[in-house]
Nanobody
Framework: QVQLVESGGGLVQAGGALRLSCAAS????????MGWYRQAPGKQRELVAA???????NYADSVKGRFTISRDNAKNTVYLQMNSLKPEDTAVYYC???????????WGQGTQVTVSS
């Protein structure tokens, strides 16, 4: 019974920056890992970045050095700071979380990120 609400997508020129946010609803929600995925037209959904409850991070090679994932456990919110954006970053971005108990995977509604050249 977790709902994820995403925000922060939009249109930006190459080299610009955006910050995505994803907030999980509900009180007393125990969350393990959180992450961001993206899906471009005609392509499979792919992992962009993930972060554990303790703050360990993992990034796709294509975004290392440009994107930063972070989380605020008190607010049950995960962020994705995207710098030096490239046209190939254009996609719908989805946040994801794993609820600790009962164990279950949840997805946000998706937010469009468009990077123009």
């Amino acid at each position: 019974q977790v709902q994820l609400v995403e925000s922060g997508g939009g249109l930006v020129q190459a080299g610009g920056a955006l910050r995505l946010s994803c907030a999980a609803s509900g009180s007393a929600v125990s969350i393990n890992d959180m992450g961001w995925y993206r899906q471009a037209p005609g392509k499979q959904r792919e992992l962009v970045a993930a972060i554990t409850r303790g703050g360990r991070r993992n990034y796709a090679d294509s975004v290392k050095g440009r994107f930063t994932i972070s989380r605020d456990n008190a607010k049950n919110t995960v962020y994705l700071q995207m710098n030096s954006l490239k046209p190939e970053d254009t996609a719908v971005y989805y946040c994801n979380l794993e609820r600790a108990w009962p164990k279950r995977d949840y997805w946000g509604q998706g937010t469009q990120v468009t990077v123009s050249s």
